[in-house]
Structure formats: structure tokens, C-alpha cells
């Protein structure tokens, strides 16, 4: 038995919630992620003669829609940025004074403190929202490395090739993003003592 041919007609109706609600998770921006949604259906209907039914619409939509999320990381990554030391309050600390140059990973007294607490939605919920608006306050190239990292959980290797980055570029990426997140966070009463 064929499936049936898509209907290019249905997907918003069928899919068109779905995909925004995954891409607004993954940009935090409700004009790109209705942008990137309206992208995907494009795309879709311009290469409807190379969907062969392997997979679902739905499906196919999705891996469109992650692919113009990935594109939409690679233009911000490519957006002129402004320099993490022009960005502080003041004196800034050098990164190996927070993070180890091995792992990665934040080094003993500097790493921040545990403030979460699951058991209160609303908390949740203001955590979610100051995130947010501290990962909007990073450069172009730091959110999309931030996002294609810790969202879409590709690994290093993947964002270098997507990007056109070498590794120690995107770990000095990384390093910054992370502090300028800390710094944001405890500005807002997070992770402090």
C-alpha cells in the first residue's frame, strides 16, 4: 500500500503549532521561530519532489525545521560580536581563573552554587524567563554556539564544522558564554550564597 502524497495545504493546520512550539523552545524569539516554521514550509514545498514517504510529513518537516535552526545559528555565529571584556562591569578575570582548560568544566570555589529548586513551578518558571533574557544579552556567535551546544546538544565537533570554527576558538566561545550567563544569573540573585 502508498502512503498518500503530502498536502502541502494541511501542514499548517496539521503541523504548523507543533513545529513553532519546537522552534520557539530552541530560538526564544516568537518572530523567528514563526519565521523559521514559514521557512520550513517553503523548503518543504520547494523539494516536494524529494520526499519519498520513508519517513512521516511530520517527520520530514521536523528535520527541515532543525536544519533551518542550525542555518539560523550559522548566520548569528557569523554576526559581527562584540568582545566579552567590553561587555563586563568592569575588571575581567581571566578564564582560566573559572574554568579547567582540560574538561571545560567551572573549578572549584568558582563554580556556581546550587539554586535550584524543583519543587516550585513558578520558581521554574522565573528561572526559565531570566535564562532567557541572559542568554539574549550574549553576542550573536556566543548565543548560537551557547544554543547548538546546550539546546540542541551537538557536540564540538559538529558546531567547529558548522561554523567554520577550530576547536580552541570554540571553547574560548564557550568559556566566555558560560561566564557572561554566570555573571547575568547573580546579577539577578541567582547562585549567590
Given at each position: 500500500?502508498?502512503?498518500?502524497?503530502?498536502?502541502?495545504?494541511?501542514?499548517?493546520?496539521?503541523?504548523?503549532?507543533?513545529?513553532?512550539?519546537?522552534?520557539?523552545?530552541?530560538?526564544?524569539?516568537?518572530?523567528?521561530?514563526?519565521?523559521?516554521?514559514?521557512?520550513?514550509?517553503?523548503?518543504?514545498?520547494?523539494?516536494l519532489a524529494t520526499f519519498r514517504a520513508e519517513a512521516s510529513e511530520r517527520t520530514w518537516?521536523?528535520?527541515?525545521?532543525?536544519?533551518?535552526?542550525?542555518?539560523?545559528?550559522?548566520?548569528?555565529?557569523?554576526?559581527?560580536?562584540?568582545?566579552?571584556?567590553?561587555?563586563?562591569?568592569?575588571?575581567?578575570?581571566?578564564?582560566?581563573?573559572?574554568?579547567?582548560?582540560?574538561?571545560?568544566?567551572?573549578?572549584?570555589?568558582?563554580?556556581?552554587?546550587?539554586?535550584?529548586?524543583?519543587?516550585?513551578?513558578?520558581?521554574?518558571?522565573?528561572?526559565?524567563?531570566?535564562?532567557?533574557?541572559?542568554?539574549?544579552?550574549?553576542?550573536?556567535?556566543?548565543?548560537?554556539?551557547?544554543?547548538?551546544?546546550?539546546?540542541?546538544e551537538l557536540s564540538a565537533e559538529e558546531i567547529c564544522q558548522e561554523l567554520g570554527l577550530?576547536?580552541?576558538?570554540?571553547?574560548?566561545?564557550?568559556?566566555?558564554?558560560?561566564?557572561?550567563?554566570?555573571?547575568?544569573?547573580?546579577?539577578?540573585?541567582?547562585?549567590?550564597?
Amino acid at each position: 500500500m502508498t502512503p498518500a502524497p503530502p498536502v502541502p495545504a494541511e501542514w499548517p493546520a496539521r503541523f504548523g503549532d507543533e513545529l513553532y512550539r519546537f522552534a520557539l523552545s530552541r530560538v526564544s524569539d516568537a518572530e523567528t521561530a514563526e519565521e523559521l516554521v514559514q521557512e520550513t514550509f517553503l523548503s518543504a514545498l520547494a523539494n516536494l519532489a524529494t520526499f519519498r514517504a520513508e519517513a512521516s510529513e511530520r517527520t520530514w518537516l521536523f528535520v527541515i525545521l532543525r536544519r533551518k535552526i542550525i542555518d539560523h545559528y550559522r548566520r548569528q555565529a557569523r554576526a559581527p560580536h562584540i568582545g566579552l571584556d567590553a561587555l563586563s562591569d568592569g575588571g575581567s578575570t581571566p578564564e582560566t581563573d573559572y574554568f579547567n582548560p582540560t574538561n571545560g568544566h567551572w573549578v572549584g570555589p568558582q563554580a556556581p552554587a546550587s539554586w535550584l529548586r524543583a519543587d516550585a513551578a513558578l520558581e521554574q518558571q522565573e528561572l526559565h524567563e531570566i535564562l532567557r533574557l541572559c542568554q539574549e544579552r550574549l553576542s550573536a556567535q556566543q548565543g548560537a554556539v551557547f544554543a547548538m551546544r546546550f539546546v540542541e546538544e551537538l557536540s564540538a565537533e559538529e558546531i567547529c564544522q558548522e561554523l567554520g570554527l577550530t576547536s580552541a576558538n570554540y571553547w574560548v566561545i564557550v568559556h566566555r558564554a558560560k561566564l557572561q550567563l554566570r555573571r547575568c544569573l547573580e546579577k539577578h540573585g541567582l547562585g549567590q550564597s
